[in-house]
Every structure is written in structure tokens, then in C-alpha cells.
């Protein structure tokens, strides 16, 4: 075969690879993002009733705060609180857990954070490409809304920030109660992203709904 010839042949051939590639791609986050919706359909209306019926949506009570209902051992993978950002439209049901399955379902809960309806530092992280893409368009001052069955928590952000994977000084105690956010960061970059960007919120007073 002449060079020509071959060299062109080698180059549709690559095409076709980096095609199928793609599509396997978009399909399997076509999949993920079918999972995703099922699961939070399913989960907000689980949460709903709970509200209604004035249940928890777990086991094991622990002591309240401010009339809010949490609980000291969660199950892993199962609805803990909504998170609203009504400036972006962001409405989904948080999940706790950070494993691969937890976090292909929603947002998770950070294990080792104060959980929602906690005093502390709570902390929640997710997918840059399925349910934490809107958060690119996040700014300060913006209300954020954590809701569990028996009480709703309104944060308003003060700080965005792009840190290190290994730094977790942002999800320590601040000394006020407060709301971390985490996803990877660049939000287009393909593979693995090299940093984390973060949100961090302060809970309003009383559950204000304005800046304080």
C-alpha cells in the first residue's frame, strides 16, 4: 500500500475509534444522568412525605436545634436534606456518602462534617458534570437553602475559591454555622480535574432569608 494510502487509512481508522469512544462516552452519561433523575424524583417525594407526615427520614434522633429534626447515624446512600440555590435552579435531594455510587446519585454529604440541621460546618460535594455543573455560575451573596424535615437552614455564600484536592482546611469548624460546598475543578476539563473549586456559606440568623 503506498504511503499515502496508508497514512489515510491509519487516519480513519483513528477516526472511527475516537467516534466510538465518544459515544460509549454519551451514553454512559446519558445512563448516569437517567440514574441520577430517577433516584431524586424517587428521594424528593420520599422527603415530601416525611415533611407532611412530620417523620424523619432516618434512624436514630439525635437532639434537635432550632426545631430541626437530624439524626447522629445516617445510612449511607440515603436522602439527609434538600439543597436549593434558587438564583440557579438548583433543587436536589443530598445523599450521604461520597463513594461512587452515592455521589452518581446526587450530591453527598461529607463524612467527618456536621450533618444537616447540625450546628458546624456542613459539608457537601458532587459531580461537576451532572448535578454541581450550575455552581460555575454561582456568586457571592447568593442564598443557599439546606432543608431537612423538620427545619430549613438559608446560608448566604462569602467566599468562592479554588484549592488543592488534599486541602480540607475548608471543611473544618469556622466558628460560625456554615455551608462547604466541593466539586473538581476546571468544570470543562476532560479526565480527572486537577483542583476543587468551593463554596462557602454562613447561616443566616434565625434562617433569614436576606443578608445580614
Known amino acids: ?71 447522629r447515624n445516617p445510612i449511607e446512600g440515603s436522602p439527609v436534606a434538600r439543597l436549593t440555590i434558587p438564583d440557579l435552579g438548583v433543587a436536589l435531594m443530598v445523599v450521604e ?38 455552581l460555575r455560575s454561582i456568586r457571592k451573596d447568593e442564598i443557599v437553602v439546606l432543608t431537612t424535615p423538620g427545619a430549613e437552614d438559608r446560608y448566604r455564600v462569602v467566599s468562592i475559591s479554588v484549592v488543592d484536592p488534599w486541602d480540607t482546611q475548608v471543611l473544618k469548624p469556622t466558628g460560625r454555622d456554615a455551608l462547604t460546598l466541593v466539586t473538581c475543578y476546571p468544570f470543562y476539563f476532560v479526565g480527572p480535574a486537577p483542583k476543587r473549586f468551593v463554596i462557602q456559606a454562613e447561616r443566616l440568623p434565625n434562617g433569614g432569608s436576606g443578608v445580614p
Open 1 to 71: 500500500m503506498p504511503e499515502g494510502r496508508k497514512m489515510k487509512h491509519t487516519l480513519h481508522i483513528g477516526q472511527y475509534i475516537f467516534a466510538a469512544a465518544g459515544t460509549a462516552l454519551l451514553c454512559y452519561w446519558a445512563t448516569a444522568m437517567i440514574e441520577t433523575i430517577r433516584f431524586q424524583e424517587k428521594a424528593e417525594k420520599a422527603f415530601i412525605e416525611g415533611v407532611v407526615a412530620g417523620q424523619p427520614t432516618h434512624d436514630r434522633p439525635g437532639p434537635a436545634k432550632s426545631g430541626s429534626v437530624f439524626h
Open 97 to 134: 456518602g461520597v463513594s461512587h455510587r452515592d455521589l452518581s446519585i446526587g450530591p453527598g454529604h461529607i463524612p467527618g462534617t456536621s450533618l444537616p440541621g447540625q450546628p458546624g460546618n456542613v459539608g457537601i460535594a458532587g459531580h461537576r458534570d451532572t448535578v454541581f455543573r450550575p
